[in-house]
């Protein structure tokens, strides 16, 4: 699977849009760019994934650009619950190791008041 | 729909002891994968299970092992258990449906502290 990679941390002031990029400069064309976050010592929680179309749903959009070498997760009004590490990943399509999630070290980003 | 649930949620060991951790996945779903994270680590991959049989496996040395039941749940063990796998164990359930990816839910985890 291809390398991702994050900044270490970010700020937000609640109610304003987080954009959480991610750069995937290897990524192969069969690979999808998944959004996975985990709030304090729960779970990861899955966000959104996509190939290349942009894609949006209840929690948030994945913007990617047109040669796929990077993405954009972005929550479009940020609450305090929204703090955690997001993670973004790169995952082959049905290959043997399908269900394999290789994470990296993710973008901490802290929403304030 | 329940979620994946995993037991116990803590667990404290002694060195040299074995353990073993419980996961349910959803229901439905066929594939059950284990994560260990740590601080140091941070969060890596176990193995996999589908259909009773493990079909991908990390880096993990061979204390570190599992199986899945004909109802999908799974358990993780790991003997002879040492300081460093002091960890939050991490059990994930998806479709794994053939020609499409599906994403992975995690449930809360299990916390291991080995003393």
């Known amino acids: 699977d291809a390398k991702t990679t994050q900044p270490t941390s970010m700020d937000c002031a609640e109610g304003r849009a987080a954009n959480l990029p991610c750069n995937h400069s290897?990524?192969?064309?069969?690979?999808?760019v998944y959004w996975y976050r985990q709030i304090h010592s729960q779970g990861p929680q899955y966000i959104i994934h996509?190939?290349?179309n942009n894609e949006t749903n209840e929690m948030a959009s994945l913007i990617i650009t047109e040669d796929r070498k990077s993405s954009t997760l972005i929550l479009p009004h940020a609450t305090l619950r929204d703090t955690a590490v997001y993670y973004c990943?790169?995952?082959?399509?049905?290959?043997?190791?399908?269900?394999?999630?290789?994470f990296g070290t993710g973008t901490r980003l802290q929403v304030t008041l | 729909k329940a979620g994946v649930t995993q037991t116990p949620r803590y667990l404290i060991k002694t060195r040299g002891q074995q353990v073993t951790l419980s996961c349910s996945p959803i229901?439905?779903?066929?594939?059950v994968s284990w994560y260990q994270q740590t601080p140091g680590q941070g969060l890596q991959f176990l193995f996999e299970?589908?259909?009773?049989?493990?079909?991908n496996k990390g880096n993990f040395p061979g204390r570190f092992s599992g199986r899945q039941f004909s109802n999908s749940r799974s358990e993780m063990n790991v003997s002879t258990l040492e300081l460093g796998d002091s960890a939050l164990y991490l059990c994930?359930?998806?479709?794994?449906?053939?020609?499409?990816?599906?994403?992975?839910?995690f449930g809360q985890g299990t916390r291991l502290t080995v003393v």
């Open positions: 229901s439905g779903h066929r594939s």
């Open positions: 994930a359930s998806s479709l794994r449906r053939q020609g499409m990816n599906t994403e992975a839910f």
């Open positions: 299970y589908f259909s009773e049989t493990q079909r």
């Open positions: 996509g190939l290349k």
């Open positions: 290897t990524i192969s064309g069969n690979e999808y």
């Open positions: 990943i790169v995952r082959a399509e049905n290959t043997g190791t399908a269900s394999k999630l290789t």
